[in-house]
């Protein structure tokens, strides 16, 4: 895996031309096998973000191929009353259900949370998408498998470019396009629900494209897998164990902490779970000019007029490296 960067970056808006949001799911030839006249097929698809319909196709996509693909659907769920401490057992299965499904043949996982209720809790989508990623990768097995990441925890642009970043070649944020379609139904702006998802994907893919190009990356197929990330707020120890290859040089939490905060919400679900993405959003003070009180949101960085940003925010879990 590796990231096609150029210097300086590049505009997303005037040089379009190179920008590619195109990904392909499923096995990857050898490039180095120079005699390989039959490589392996995968699937094309124009951007990462999958519809409900798209979805169904890949659950099913062994009788829409006749065989050609098989998919294979891992469950990151486990029950609440586990605790947090077994969060390692379940990360340490779904490696070995992962590994154990490409080597019966199937070339496409799918990595879901939907099974998440309030007797069952989520591995965080980030958390369980990078140790499968890295468990195939050290397994020799990567290759020989795409991975559909299907959540309810993405919403944001941020959220689609870390699950890129660290394995997944397409996202179905299942829950963010079943509240836009619902909330659809009842606006006044003449829009169905297929007009506004559209909308959604759109902009998705925009900010995605705008993302890469802050690293000079043009394509989102180099994106994939690439960690252009450095980990702030986790402890090395998880960072190395699951995020193996990522930068940390600020402390924070562990692994039974990540899932304590998980699994104390009852199976809540939270944008990518409790591996955040933390901004801030500034209140003034009542009657002192320039003095705010910041509120941990997950949204954007929203400083309101006569507010004084800190040079130091509050640690994010998982925050885009920039140059220096």
Known sequence: MFAQVTNPPIDPIRESLVMSLNSFIGPKPNLLDLNNINPPMRLEVSQPVLTAQNMGKIRRIDA????????????????VAWGKEGVEARLASLCAQARDAVKNGSNILIISDRAMDREHVAIPALLALSAIHQHLVAEGLRTSVGLVVETGSAREVHHFAVLAGYGAEAVHPYLAMETIARMALGGSHGLSAEQVIANY?????????KVMSKMGISTYMSYTGA???????????????????????????????????????????????????????????????GVCVAKTTCGRQMPLPGCNMPRALTPTALTKSTRS
């Open 64 to 79: 829409l191929t006749l065989g050609k693909f098989i998919s294979h659907e891992i469950n990151i769920c486990y029950p």
């Open 201 to 209: 994907i759109q902009a998705i893919g925009k900010g995605l494209n």
């Open 227 to 289: 960690q252009i990330f450095e980990a702030v707020g986790l402890s090395a120890a998880l960072v190395d164990k699951y995020f193996t290859g990522t930068s940390t040089k600020v402390e924070g939490l562990g692994i039974f902490e990540v899932a304590g905060k998980k699994a104390s919400s009852g199976g809540i679900r939270k944008p990518l779970a409790a591996i955040h993405f933390w901004s801030r959003h500034w209140k003034p003070v009542a009657n002192m000019p």
